[in-house]
């Protein structure tokens, strides 16, 4: 089975404008399809640096000179950039979620699909587990989960019923958690599950709070006309990238000069997004909901 096609892959390549001699970041490694196409476009001088915190991405590794692997999290990409002696590179290249590898391996825990024990963590040295966070966050804390992550419209409904459940049998694997769940279902089953282990899985490897910090180093990493390519899977990745490249914060928080002339950290190259053709969806339909966006450092 292929670990993971590359979305929009001759697009995101095409966006990077790649130089022979530059230097570039595939900040989510995962099968590696995007690190071989920024390889093929590099000389012998350039340099890609890859991030993944996941142990199955080890598998994937590529015999080249030319590309140095950083087993870890892409929020730690400027401290581990500087251990590699490099203050700013040409461009950083983000593919963000969950790759279709972690997706089809039931022990992973990522999809309802399976019967498994309810892991959801992408590095599995990380001690907090799916089920660590039902059995033990309140219920605000849970519906908090659900609305902000998941969008689920009856999240509070669905945490009370979590609290309510655990208290008569711990809720450990994927089957337990639908035993709980499947009651209070709206809609299409397919994309309800989907909103509510989407929710979990965030919370679980903090995805949020690593896009942020992301994203906010990549001003310091890029050199002034690096560009920053990112394809995100929801709203909640795409938000923040949205703002991030219009404004400079996640928040998107307008910020003004001294003269009180908008700041503007990044060109923004087509003004809207991308997404893939028609083709592609049908070739690979988990890249139905991609979005592309692209900035260049001003």
Same mark, same amino acid.
Do not use: C, W
């Given at each position: 089975?292929?670990?993971?096609?590359?979305?929009?892959?001759?697009?995101?390549?095409?966006?990077?404008?790649?130089?022979?001699?530059? +230097?570039? *970041? /595939?900040?989510?490694?995962?099968?590696? #399809?995007? =690190?071989?196409?920024? $390889?093929? &476009?590099?000389?012998?001088?350039?340099?890609?640096?890859?991030?993944?915190?996941?142990?199955?991405?080890?598998?994937?590794?590529?015999?080249?000179?030319?590309?140095?692997?950083?087993?870890?999290?892409?929020?730690?990409?400027?401290?581990?950039?500087?251990?590699?002696?490099? +203050?700013? *590179? /040409?461009?950083?290249?983000?593919?963000? #979620?969950? =790759?279709?590898?972690? $997706?089809? &391996?039931?022990?992973?825990?990522?999809?309802?699909?399976?019967?498994?024990?309810?892991?959801?963590?992408?590095?599995?040295?990380?001690?907090?587990?799916?089920?660590?966070?039902?059995?033990?966050?309140?219920?605000?804390?849970?519906?908090?989960?659900?609305?902000?992550?998941?969008?689920?419209?009856?999240?509070?409904?669905?945490?009370?019923?979590?609290?309510?459940?655990?208290?008569?049998?711990?809720?450990?694997?994927?089957?337990?958690?639908?035993?709980?769940?499947?009651?209070?279902?709206?809609?299409?089953?397919?994309?309800?599950?989907?909103?509510?282990?989407?929710?979990?899985?965030?919370?679980?490897?903090?995805?949020?709070?690593?896009?942020?910090?992301?994203?906010?180093?990549?001003?310091?990493?890029?050199?002034?006309?690096?560009?920053?390519?990112?394809?995100?899977?929801?709203?909640?990745?795409?938000?923040?990238?949205?703002?991030?490249?219009?404004?400079?914060?996640?928040?998107?928080?307008?910020?003004?000069?001294?003269?009180?002339?908008?700041?503007?950290?990044?060109?923004?190259?087509?003004?809207?997004?991308?997404?893939?053709?028609?083709?592609?969806?049908?070739?690979?339909?988990?890249?139905?909901?991609?979005?592309?966006?692209?900035?260049?450092?001003?």
């Amino acid at each position: 089975m292929k670990y993971h096609e590359p979305v929009l892959a001759s697009e995101s390549i095409e966006a990077l404008d790649i130089k022979k001699d530059g +230097k570039y *970041v /595939d900040a989510t490694f995962g099968g590696g #399809g995007h =690190s071989r196409l920024i $390889l093929n &476009e590099l000389g012998e001088k350039g340099r890609l640096y890859a991030f993944d915190q996941d142990d199955d991405a080890l598998r994937n590794l590529i015999d080249d000179e030319r590309f140095v692997f950083n087993h870890h999290n892409f929020r730690f990409i400027k401290q581990f950039l500087r251990l590699h002696g490099v +203050k700013q *590179v /040409d461009g950083i290249l983000a593919d963000l #979620g969950v =790759s279709s590898h972690q $997706l089809d &391996e039931p022990e992973r825990g990522f999809s309802y699909r399976f019967e498994a024990d309810l892991d959801m963590r992408m590095n599995r040295k990380d001690d907090r587990k799916a089920s660590d966070i039902l059995n033990s966050y309140s219920a605000e804390e849970l519906q908090r989960v659900f609305s902000e992550y998941g969008e689920v419209r009856n999240s509070r409904s669905l945490a009370q019923k979590i609290v309510q459940e655990r208290e008569v049998k711990k809720i450990l694997t994927i089957g337990d958690f639908l035993s709980v769940v499947e009651p209070l279902i709206r809609g299409f089953r397919g994309r309800y599950l989907s909103q509510v282990f989407q929710a979990l899985r965030i919370e679980v490897n903090d995805e949020m709070g690593a896009l942020h910090a992301f994203l906010e180093s990549t001003l310091e990493i890029l050199k002034p006309g690096g560009r920053l390519v990112v394809i995100s899977y929801h709203s909640m990745e795409d938000r923040p990238v949205k703002n991030f490249l219009k404004t400079g914060n996640v928040e998107g928080e307008v910020k003004k000069d001294f003269y009180g002339k908008i700041e503007r950290p990044f060109d923004i190259i087509n003004k809207g997004v991308m997404v893939p053709s028609d083709e592609e969806i049908e070739r690979n339909p988990r890249a139905r909901s991609a979005k592309m966006r692209v900035g260049i450092k001003l």
